[in-house]
């Protein structure tokens, strides 16, 4: 069976038989042989989400219209909302967390788009910036590497910040909250959602954003960074099929969506409790507003 297995991986490139009945690796096995984080990803790929598709349709039957993370063709399989099932998984947690890792190595979603995506400098000495959100720190060690002047406090479930590491000669707060409860760390300069709002559905982002009100000094800044879908066929296919293959990924895991261009992307809701919108910043110069 093993033989007939791999000689079908070698069809896709992976592996490669280059004497009969003698394997090696191709570039493509090799990678993924030593790529943690590319495991994680492939990982999370097979065991959440295309499982999580394939009962899409009997959650929507289910609960329509439920903007519910424990109502998905995720929690029909697994027996529990994404976030849930994490919060009671560890290992699964560290998974999902070398995923977005892994997500970030590609040009379209690297972490460059931050560091050169908004005027970090111009923030001042004493700058304090919350990554909302912000996994085992990836942003938060990117950013502080950059401007080291920056006092950024990356913020996670317990679980994940658990998890997380100093990096030698960085230094970066790490702190456990629930971003649906009342934000701790006031004043801060910027409150940083990178890949947070397109996770939840309308419901659980405006409490997201209530909760963050009472924390925010005047001037402060919500940085959103999120896909924004576009009118259909108004960029090239291949980047619209993936925006488009994320919205639906974002249902079935969450019961959550990308939101569209013509309601303000992942920022849509914002002007619903008061931030009022400050400029787009983006390597697209379209795709990742800033407010405040
Ligand atoms: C899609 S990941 C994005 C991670 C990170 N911002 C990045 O850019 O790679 C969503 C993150 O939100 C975290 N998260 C989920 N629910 C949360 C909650 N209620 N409070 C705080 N963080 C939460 C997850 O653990 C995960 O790290």
New binding site residues.
Partial sequence: MARRVLRLAITNRIFAEKRPGYLSHSATSRVTAEDQGLRDWIAFVLRDVVPSSYRAVDALTKWPGAEEPAKTGYALVHGAGF?DV?AKDPEH?RQ??GA??SF?TGDELSLRHVIDGFPWAKLGETARVV?????TG??AFALTERFPQLQVIA???PD?IAQAEQREGQSVTFLA????APQPVEGADVYLF???LH?WPDKYYLRILRALIPALKSGAKMMVMDAILPPIGTIPNINERGARRFDVVMQHLYDAKEREMRNGGSCSLTPTVGFAFAAPRSRRDRDCQSWN
């Fill in positions: 976030w994490l947690g999902f967390a977005m890792r970030a990554d909302m959100g912000g996994s990836d942003t913020q996670d479930v994940i909250h629930d971003f649906l990178r890949w947070i996770d």
